[in-house]
């Protein structure tokens, strides 16, 4: 674990320092959480930013950490900026919200939480696509200082983190999550999965996470590239049929 942290701050500090700023929100939105008594929906208001800055965290710490193995760093750094600008928006619009009290997506109560809902789709639809872009490098480049195992795993985790991604999108065309019922009431802790209707957040959850997952399920279980593709493939399966579930209206513990 030191060596890997010591490696991303000395491949990418930009990265490294952004994801120590986001692990920092994570932990100050937690005590909140704990001392606060706003709500949204009926959940206190900074679980969700907390969930967010956690997750910015650790997908700057893994795009720190893979890009290493790309030749053309000059693309790293574009994509650093893009990274930071796209998602220090995003947290910062989620934190408001809460702060106020308010959803931060899904929210058209005024000219106001209309703008920052759809200027979140915008930052959020930029860095998904030079996300995507990232793993196009992965493709295109032929020779990796590293197994052709964690190249692959990086090659198809970053397709499924791109994909499912976009499953946001959907959310926000529906302008809820929940599908059967409203959004609200009763869920899984932290998470706040629905336990009563279908709820799009599980499937988009896993599959944005396939970048971390893909690779470390890869490292510890394959033994060859075509393993790569079969533990993918199940995962892909996997995350799929959540989706699916969660159309059909049932909710992801009753699966």
């Known amino acids: 674990m030191v060596t890997f942290i010591e490696t991303i701050r000395d491949k990418n500090a930009m990265l490294f320092y952004y994801g120590l700023i986001m692990l920092a929100g994570a932990i100050v939105t937690a005590v909140l959480s ?41 693309q790293v750094s574009i994509y650093n900026w893009v990274y930071v600008i796209t998602i220090s928006y995003e947290l ?39 996300t995507a872009y990232i793993g196009y490098l992965f493709f295109v480049q032929k020779e990796f200082a590293t197994s052709m195992i964690l190249v692959w795993s990086i090659r198809l985790g970053l397709i499924m983190t791109a994909l499912f991604a976009f499953e946001g999108g959907v959310m926000a065309a529906l302008l809820r999550h929940s599908v059967g019922g409203a959004d609200g009431g009763a869920g899984i802790p932290v998470v706040n999965w629905s336990k009563q209707h279908g709820d799009l957040r599980v499937a988009h959850f896993f599959g944005i996470h396939a970048l971390q997952i893909i690779p470390i399920l890869s490292m510890l279980l394959a033994k060859s590239v075509q393993h790569v593709f079969i533990i993918s493939i199940v995962f892909f399966l996997l995350v799929t049929y959540t989706l699916v579930q969660a159309f059909l209206g049932k909710a992801f513990l009753n699966i």
């Open 34 to 74: 704990q001392t606060t008594t706003t709500q949204v929906m009926g959940v206190n208001a900074y679980i969700k930013p907390m969930k967010f800055y956690l997750s910015g965290f650790i997908l700057a710490w893994t795009m720190g950490y893979f890009m290493q193995y790309l030749d053309n760093q000059k």
């Open 92 to 130: 910062l619009a989620i934190t408001w919200q809460a702060a106020l009290g308010k959803q931060s997506h899904f929210n058209k109560d005024t000219t106001f939480d209309t703008v920052v809902f759809h200027l979140m789709g915008l930052m959020i639809t930029i860095v998904t696509l030079w």
